[in-house]
T-cell receptor, first 115, second 115 residues
């Protein structure tokens, strides 16, 4: 079974600064996807960024980028120029590449953004 | 983009009541839907996978007679919490995917409170 580990229950960053959220996973599969989801107080699940395991290039979405280290099974999220609206729970998630696969979530990291 | 509609957003009811939650994909044919449960300050835990026209696949430890899932038509899956008790109080959230390589899209969730 796949597992996803987020070792940072809480993180804090000052506005306009950069923060990195850690995520590691364990799998024996070669075909899979990795995601970062944001859950603000409204509890909506918002997709931040995704990474296909077969792609070597790190995914980037505006201020959000990942550092995907496949051999180390590490998938960290970097948020640049942090904004107050970035404050939320961030969940790392794994999904197998096979059909109709479920998401396996990490325990989450609560990000605080301070002035 | 793709949208998943979930309602009701909040339910408060007496112990012993059965509660039905609907999840509908609005602009794509979701052949597979997923139901998650989230306790306060915890991660999302998959309860079951709902496939159109067939029986749902439940995760270990989830009572299928307690949490009835119906997915008779492509865009709609329902979760019925039967004879709900206070320990069933939680946040329930559904997601849907229309292609294997596409990320899941989440509904806005349902906060269930059993008195």
């Amino acid at each position: 079974a796949q597992t996803v580990t987020q070792s940072q229950p809480e993180m804090s960053v000052q506005e306009a600064e950069t923060v990195t959220l850690s995520c590691t996973y364990d799998t024996s599969e070669s075909d899979y996807y990795l995601f970062w989801y944001k859950q603000p107080p409204s509890r909506q699940m918002i997709l931040v960024i995704r990474q296909e395991a077969y792609k070597q290039q790190n995914a980037t979405e505006n201020r959000f980028s990942v550092n995907f280290q496949k051999a180390a099974k590490s998938f960290s999220l970097k948020i640049s120029d942090s904004q107050l609206g970035d404050a939320a729970m961030y969940f790392c998630a794994y999904r197998s590449g096979s059909a109709a696969s479920k998401l396996t979530f990490g325990t989450g990291t609560r990000l605080q953004v301070t002035l | 983009g793709a949208v998943v509609s979930q309602h009701p957003s909040w339910v408060i009811c007496k112990s012993g009541t059965s509660v039905k939650i609907e999840c509908r994909s609005l602009d794509f044919q979701a052949t597979t839907m997923f139901w998650y449960r989230q306790f306060p300050k915890q991660s999302l835990m998959l309860m079951a996978t709902s496939n159109e026209g067939s029986k749902a696949t439940y995760e270990q430890g989830v009572e299928k007679d307690k949490f009835l899932i119906n997915h008779a038509s492509l865009p709609l899956s329902t979760l019925t919490v039967t004879s709900a008790h206070p320990e069933d109080s939680s946040f329930y959230i559904c997601s849907a995917s229309h292609r294997d390589n596409q990320p899941q899209h989440f509904g806005d969730g349902t906060r269930l409170s059993i008195l």
